[in-house]
């Protein structure tokens, strides 16, 4: 199995504090979805 570092980029305009932004994507984490269908994976 491969392991794979990713950086995600989020906005969240109605979160003022570290903690606002990490209880939203705790409350919103099912709604996170990822495509790797496209874009080019090198070694």
Same mark, same amino acid.
């Given at each position: 199995?491969?392991?794979? &570092? =990713?950086? @995600?980029?989020? /906005?969240? $305009?109605? +979160?003022?504090? =570290? &903690?606002? =932004? +990490?209880? $939203? @994507? !705790? !409350? #919103? $984490?099912? @709604?996170? /979805?990822?495509? @790797?269908? !496209?874009? #080019?994976?090198?070694?």
């Amino acid at each position: 199995m491969k392991t794979f &570092e =990713v950086t @995600l980029t989020i /906005e969240a $305009s109605d +979160c003022t504090t =570290v &903690e606002d =932004v +990490c209880k $939203s @994507l !705790e !409350e #919103n $984490s099912s @709604l996170i /979805e990822f495509d @790797l269908s !496209e874009g #080019n994976i090198t070694d």
